[in-house]
């Protein structure tokens, strides 16, 4: 299944709690999409975000996250993992 890695630029009032209660969200709608949110990193100085997805298109898991908390991203790129 294809991997994409998508990047949410500046997002306002970002904290801990908040990106893992989003991931969570993703959690719970992934399935009905045919996407699989696998890891989440954030930097909560610049109000960046980065999410690892499997997902069958760009759009499945575009879908994930307007379903779960309306914050798409800002840009999304399939990427291949490395040895």
């Known amino acids: 299944m ?3 890695m998508d990047t949410h630029e500046k997002v306002d009032g970002l904290t ?5 209660g989003a991931h969570k969200r993703d959690l719970e709608v992934q399935k009905k999409h045919g996407a699989n949110y696998l890891k989440y990193w954030f930097n909560e100085a610049n109000g960046r975000v ?6 069958p298109t760009k759009e499945a898991a575009v879908s994930v996250h307007r379903e779960a908390h309306g914050l798409l991203a800002d840009d999304i790129v399939e990427v291949k993992e490395g040895a």
């Open 2 to 4: 294809p991997l994409f």
């Open 50 to 55: 980065y999410c690892l997805v499997e997902a």
């Open 16 to 20: 801990a709690d908040a990106v893992a």
